[in-house]
């Protein structure tokens, strides 16, 4: 084994020890933990980074080894991701459009698995598919609970503009017989309404 390899060889084995850290990957053997580092390319940010975009295809999933990343629905964060935290993998395994954006809020480290070497793993390592669904169900957004619906009100004021004068002969009127200005109005709107509607209520 040349240098490169050896060298190689030693990074993929500090990812295995470094996934080891995580209660996510506790139920993983060593050789699946080395199997995910070798299906993965390891890099890091040393500020603000977006890792996948809100409504893009989706081409790889992401583990965060170190740092936080936010999840943001439009201009609206949802969610904070830590470390051990499986990003985008929903999107991927289902082929639909990212549902949210997820930029790191600082220095990072991730490690980027692509489409196809993910398929493999999970066909390999069934712990894989295990955490990925509890990852999908741990950040799947509540559901609010159903607002009950507003009864409508037996009144309202009506929003008109009329002439003075003759809001002022109404209130006459109505007073001189006897009823108040607001049974007038309901009366008076009764019969226009019965006079011209064509529609059943």
Not at 41 to 55: A, M, N, Q
Not at 137 to 143: K, T
Request: aromatic share 4%; charged share 25%; proline share 6%.
């Amino acid at each position: 084994m040349d240098a490169e390899a050896k060298a190689e060889a030693k990074t993929q084995k500090e990812v295995a020890r470094r996934l080891r850290e995580f209660t996510a990957f506790d139920d993983f053997s060593d050789d699946e933990l080395l199997r995910i580092a070798r299906a993965s390319v390891r890099s890091s940010t040393s500020g603000r980074w977006p890792l996948i975009y809100e409504k893009t295809p989706s081409d790889a999933c992401y583990i965060l080894l170190s740092g936080e990343a936010g999840v943001y629905v439009g201009q609206d964060r949802v969610a904070l991701l830590g470390p051990g935290e499986v990003i985008g993998e929903s999107a991927l395994r289902h082929g639909k459009l990212r549902s949210a954006t997820v930029t790191t809020t600082g220095p990072a480290e991730v490690l980027r698995i692509e489409r196809d070497n993910l398929a493999r793993l999970l066909d390999e390592i069934p712990a894989l598919r295990e955490t990925m669904t509890a990852t999908v169900a741990r950040h799947a957004p509540m559901a609010l609970p159903e607002q009950p619906v507003k009864p409508k009100p037996t009144h309202c004021r009506v929003d008109a503009l009329v002439p003075t004068d003759l809001v002022e002969r109404f209130e006459q009127v109505a007073n001189s017989a006897g009823v108040s200005v607001s049974a007038a109005l309901e009366d008076a709107l009764t019969w226009w309404i019965g006079r011209n509607s064509t529609v059943e209520p």
